[in-house]
């Protein structure tokens, strides 16, 4: 988040595009509540009626994958209008006359045809959040999972440096984090291009201090991502994996392709709290404490490094993941000794100055620090590109709408989108053992419009068969009217119901790499027990 | 009876709200939150309010496991770390650093990730490290 989650209280117009806040975020979503008490407008772009949709001055549901069209359109009525914020544009961005001649062909008319959005829902939209600064921009996974997922976030980031709404209070560009640590693991260099504090391998100078500090000559060569790693299991050139509390079988956007690819290797070692699904397939499981079992700290969306403390002696002979690792690096030859987590925590900071550099344990306190926090007199930044952008001018890019990988068509008529409900967490390996979380939501099930549970004779509760290019999976319908007609929902957290049977390993954004789990195209029938599929000739 | 409340931080998604554990006689019986928590301000989600479920569920692993004969057996760590220290040499002294992959986690804290990532640039000697950001 370029912005505090606090701030979200004083925005002038809050638009949330992609995400399920309600649901995902609540305590956010709080904030967007206590925003709308003070005044706030509200939009929300979602391909479903979501909870928040009943709040907003605005609610459009449009077509899975069009994002880019609405902000281009969006976009263009703001520029028709002369709403833009033309001083902060000459000021601190550059590039705004190929935005300019980008959206000219973005007319409402062709948006609307693309998105299924009205051209008065369009026009308000624009007018709203061009109008009511500051306006903050909050979105999820229904922005970034999809073939184009960079072009939908360098959209939004459009949208709101064209508005001015980058580098001032309340407002800013939004992602809301899924997990609770994915801004440190990025942070810490768990990816394969940066070291920590996104410092880059191919950097010479980077690569020379990271060795001098650790001792060993480092490789400049990037690595491979998670789904360039699934790729190379199935060709053999990756032999080895190290899973550390992931469940890539469910999380993996194939899962025949990731459970063929895992037979493949010739280890695996998975260090869990629990036998997940990806751990009863490995050489080796490591038992891991849990969060309660160990002190260290946590980055939350707003950059807010956190401490987490010991409340009671590991379960059973568990070990915390950073004794494991050290155990495992002393035994393959490189002696790693921290006496505590805040040992660790000295070093990481001490090699990532900009942004860790000035925090301690003691100063983080209960309220932890916001990064960037560079010396130990920085008191942490609320919200980012304050005077200036890191690149120094913020830079507009023309996009292009693309389609979704997959399409509806004649053999598979649907879409397909996925999600989380509210009282599960990812591939449920914590919330489905937790009996107060069970008891709200049982088993997986697929949303599915009256209209058209009508047309294939589909009641409430029948299992029904998806079917995609990739598999088949079944589950109970629960007929919705928060899914359009054409449009069908799986929340993501059910194992017997894997929706990644369903979703593509070859349909993923090619910079970022994320997969496209947002939109398939799949057909439906109702399962007729006791009766073969084929008809039978005697 | 020694009752007392820890601080911490919510792990079941990524906003960040500060709980304490209500922890009784070395066991943790309830989740609150923490009412000065500039994030949360004294309110949990439904997931916040049973954190504490997932910590203390009978499925949780209680020991290493070693695949032996097609089943994984109980083992000791000694055993466990061995074993996959000896064969991720192997492979690395085989086909090369490349040929090991590691997939850190957005539920280990920051010095764990820092960790992982270090063992897997420095001690295997490979930049094959990501994370489930994406996913």
């Keep these: 988040m370029t912005n505090s989650i606090g701030e979200i209280e004083d925005a002038g117009c809050i638009f949330v595009i992609g995400s399920n806040t309600t649901a995902c975020h609540p305590l956010i979503a709080r ?48 520029i028709k209008n002369k709403w833009h914020a033309t001083d902060y544009i000459a000021t601190r961005t550059e590039d705004f006359d190929k935005l300019a001649e980008g959206v000219a062909a973005y007319t409402p008319e062709r948006v609307s045809a693309i998105a299924e959005v009205t051209i008065g829902d369009l026009e308000r939209m624009a007018e709203l959040y061009a109008t009511h600064s500051p306006a903050a921009l909050l979105y999820a996974m229904g922005i970034t999972q999809h073939v184009t997922g960079v072009d939908n976030v360098k959209s939004c980031c459009n949208l709101a440096m064209l508005t001015g709404n980058v580098g001032i209070a309340s407002a800013g560009v939004n ?67 190290v899973v550390i509390g992931e469940n890539p079988k469910l999380s993996d956007p194939d899962w025949n392709h990731l459970h063929h690819a895992l037979k493949e290797l010739d280890f695996l070692v998975v260090q869990d709290l629990f036998l ?100 130990l007199n920085h008191p942490g930044t609320l919200y980012l590109h304050k005077d200036t952008f890191k690149r120094g001018l913020g830079k507009f890019h023309a996009i292009e709408y693309q389609h979704p990988a997959e399409m509806p068509d004649e053999s598979y008529p649907f879409f397909l989108t996925t999600g989380r409900m509210f009282a599960h967490f990812h591939t449920g390996t914590m919330t489905r053992i937790s009996p107060s979380l069970d008891i709200e939501q049982r088993t997986g099930y697929v949303e599915i419009n009256p209209k058209d549970a009508e047309s294939l004779d589909i009641q409430e509760g029948d299992i029904v068969i998806l079917s995609s290019r990739r598999g088949e999976m079944e589950a109970p319908a629960r007929i919705s009217e928060d899914v359009k007609p ?43 027990e006791g009766r073969p599929d084929v008809d039978v000739v005697c | 009876m020694e009752c007392k409340f820890v601080p911490s931080v919510c792990s079941y998604c990524g906003t960040g709200c500060g709980v304490l554990f209500e922890v009784v006689n070395g066991k943790i019986k309830k989740t609150l939150p923490m009412k000065s928590h500039p994030v949360n301000q004294g309110k949990l989600c439904i997931k916040g309010w049973n954190l504490h479920e997932h910590v203390n569920s009978f499925m949780r692993l209680k020991s290493p496991l070693i695949r032996e004969n097609g089943r994984l057996q109980k083992a000791t760590w000694n055993e466990a770390i061995q074993i996959t220290a ?50």
Aim: with cysteine; charged share 25%; net charge negative.
């Design chain 1, 276 to 375: 997940s699904e990806t751990a009863q397939v490995a050489d080796v499981v490591l038992s891991a404490a849990s969060l309660a079992e160990k002190d260290g700290t946590f980055t939350n969306s707003e950059r807010r490094c956190m401490r987490i403390h010991q409340a009671i002696a590991p379960i059973g002979d568990c070990l915390s993941d950073w004794e494991i690792i050290c155990r495992l690096s002393t035994a393959m030859g490189y002696e790693m000794k921290y006496e505590s987590p805040e040992d660790i925590f000295d070093e990481l900071a001490s090699l990532t100055e900009a942004s860790y550099g000035g925090m301690t344990y003691e100063r983080l306190g209960i309220d932890g620090l916001q990064w960037p926090c560079p010396d």
């Design chain 2, 86 to 135: 000896d064969n991720l040499k192997k492979i690395s002294d085989t086909y090369g650093p490349d040929s090991i992959g590691v997939l850190v986690s957005a539920k280990m804290t920051n010095e764990e990730n820092y960790l992982a990532q270090k063992f897997t640039r420095a001690v295997i000697g490979t930049n094959n490290v990501d994370h489930c950001a994406r996913l």
């Design chain 1, 31 to 78: 904030r967007i509540f206590r925003a709308k008490e003070k005044r706030a407008k509200l939009i929300v772009a979602d391909p479903r009626n979501i909870q928040l949709s009943r709040y907003a001055d605005v609610a459009v549901n449009h077509r899975l994958g069009s994002d880019v069209a609405l902000l281009n359109g969006m976009m263009h009525l703001i």
């Design chain 1, 175 to 241: 992602p809301l984090r899924g997990q609770n640590n994915v801004q440190g693991a990025c942070d810490m260099g768990g990816l394969p291009n940066v070291l920590t504090g996104y410092q880059p391998v191919s950097d010479p100078k980077v690569i020379e201090k990271f060795s001098k500090a650790w001792g060993v000559s480092l490789s400049q060569r990037p690595g491979l991502t998670i789904t360039d790693m699934v790729q190379a299991m199935l060709d053999g050139s990756l032999k080895g994996l």
């Design chain 1, 486 to 528: 054409g449009n069908l929902f799986l929340p993501i957290h059910f194992g017997e119901n894997p929706t990644n049977v369903l979703t593509s390993a070859e349909a993923f954004d090619p910079l970022a790499k994320i997969p496209e789990f947002k939109v398939s195209a799949v057909k439906v029938k109702k399962l007729v």
